[in-house]
């Protein structure tokens, strides 16, 4: 906690007292966000009003309240939410002081929102129907015709619009269209949640699912004999999209000193290694660690495809993408 407190001595300084309570929207499971928020009360004395929400439609939300959405902040699952309200001019720059044990890479160059944690994208199977002659090399590669009807995926998770929109971005708006047509063809599978693939994948209903890397090693960690494993897509692939949860402060917001408050203990070694020990998340800190089972970060970089997180901003355009193509 000692980081934690340098940071809080720094913004009491900065920005005068705190408020007693935040109002903070948050598009991550209650799960996960719950423990965190509970510790941040703890040590501090601030009490957190929370709703939560899928990220897209928080960010949506956001946009329609204005000025008068009671949110101090936003903790959202993608960095492309945070983006499209950054663009849309409803985030505060936070002190760089916040940021000073980031890594370089996952600073927001505005310094409009702050990254807390890191995963990648990966692919699922299974242990017992799937040979090792039968993973694709890409994520293209799902729209053949062997995998017709084995592949599940989460159209209304928020990463996986992260990841629309990063193949938007780098693969173009009609070859990203074609995919999602190519595996709607190919009689792709939708489940409302990263779990709920896993769990087809483990019963049978698909042999394939594309989910974030942390959901697996979960789900091991309760049943070690749960059969089911994970992988990249070959390096660069856009498939192996590396992106991180992130807060950012509304504009609006009369409590940012208690907001910014908030960030330093997202960012503290206690809850770093709450992502990464618990969550099997990256750590986006340089002060903590990954957690042991988690690739090294030279593997991930060699996976990861080379995308500008701040690029993938454009929600609105991949949910419009969505509906036209009948998966919202």
């Not at 991550?28 to 439609?57: C, D, H, K, M, W």
């Not at 939708?190 to 942390?214: I, P, S």
């Not at 995308?307 to 993938?312: K, P, S």
Request: glycine fraction near 8%; proline fraction near 3%.
């Amino acid at each position: 906690m000692r980081r934690f407190s340098v940071l809080l001595a720094a913004l009491v300084l900065l920005g005068g007292a705190f408020a007693q309570s935040i109002t903070v929207y948050v598009g991550r499971g209650e799960a996960l966000a719950g423990p965190i928020i509970q510790g941040f009360t703890e040590a501090t004395g601030v009490t957190v009003n929370v709703r939560y929400g899928s990220t897209a439609e928080l960010a949506v939300l956001i946009t329609e309240e204005g000025a008068a959405s009671p949110a101090d902040a936003f903790w959202a699952q993608d960095a492309g939410a945070l983006g499209a309200l950054a663009r849309a001019g409803v985030l505060a720059a936070v002190p760089a002081e916040l940021v000073a044990d980031v890594a370089a890479k996952n600073i927001h160059p505005d310094l409009e929102w702050v990254a807390v944690s890191a995963r990648n994208r990966t692919l699922v199977y299974s242990t017992e129907r799937v040979a090792a002659a039968d993973l694709p090399a890409s994520i293209l590669d799902l729209t053949q015709e062997r995998y017709a009807g084995r592949v599940a995926w989460a159209p209304t998770n928020a990463s996986f619009q992260s990841f629309v929109t990063a193949l938007r971005v780098t693969h173009g708006e009609e070859a990203a269209e074609a995919w999602l047509r190519g595996m709607i063809a190919n009689g792709t599978k939708a489940y409302g949640n990263n779990g709920a693939q896993l769990d087809a994948v483990a019963n049978g209903e698909v042999d394939f699912g594309l989910v974030n890397n942390y959901y697996l090693m979960r789900r091991l960690v309760e049943e070690p004999a749960f059969p089911v494993a994970q992988t990249f897509f070959a390096d660069g692939d856009i498939g192996n999209l590396a992106n991180v949860t992130g807060i950012g402060v509304l504009a609006g917001s009369a409590n940012q000193a208690a907001a910014h408050q908030f960030i330093a203990y997202l960012l503290s070694d206690e809850a770093q290694r709450f992502f990464t020990e618990v969550n099997y998340e990256y750590p986006i800190t340089t002060t903590v660690e990954p957690a042991e089972g988690l690739e090294s970060n030279a593997a991930v970089v060699a996976a990861s495809p080379l995308v500008d997180l701040t690029a993938i901003d454009d929600l609105e355009g991949t949910l419009e993408l969505l509906r036209e193509v009948g998966l919202l």
